[in-house]
């Protein structure tokens, strides 16, 4: 084993592992607050479901990074490579860590909204888009750092 192919390592479990955790945090505070909403207004659960939802994809973020980077690690990767992966891991993880759980802020604070009477679905979509958005971006970073390591 080299100290490239360690590094990657790493770097892939935290691109999966962060961004994971922060899909389950998102996905479960949302999902609390849709809970709340359903016994206010049971008519809203799809919009409910929806809106907890959306936490859920910097998980997938995670994962496709994963892929990506997973047919670019073996044994004899450089140092270099190996980092470039570490790397990509830390971005990808940390900020859909954190992104997901603002998102899932947002998320239910709109669903808190939309338990109470009010008509803010779209309007809460465009606020949840704001910390997606980041988590896209760090995705097409470490796609753009997959790159360079090859």
Do not use: D, R
Request: hydrophobic letters at 55%.
């Amino acid at each position: 084993m080299t100290l490239g192919f360690v590094l990657a390592g790493i770097g892939l479990a935290l691109m999966v592992g962060l961004a994971g955790c922060g899909s389950a945090f998102g996905t479960s505070s949302a999902g609390s607050a849709a809970v709340g909403a359903l016994k206010k207004k049971p008519e809203g659960f799809g919009s409910y479901m929806v809106l907890a939802a959306l936490p859920a994809t910097q998980g997938l973020y995670g994962f496709v990074s994963y892929i990506i980077w997973s047919g670019s690690v073996n044994l004899e990767m450089s140092v270099l490579a190996g980092s470039l992966c570490l790397a990509s891991g830390i971005a990808v993880g940390l900020v859909g860590l954190v992104s997901a759980m603002y998102q899932a802020k947002v998320c239910a604070s709109g669903i808190n909204a939309i338990g109470s009477g009010h008509n803010v679905f779209g309007n809460t979509m465009i606020f949840a888009a704001f910390p997606e958005f980041y988590a896209i971006l760090a995705l097409v970073a470490s796609i753009l750092m997959n790159g360079v390591a090859a």
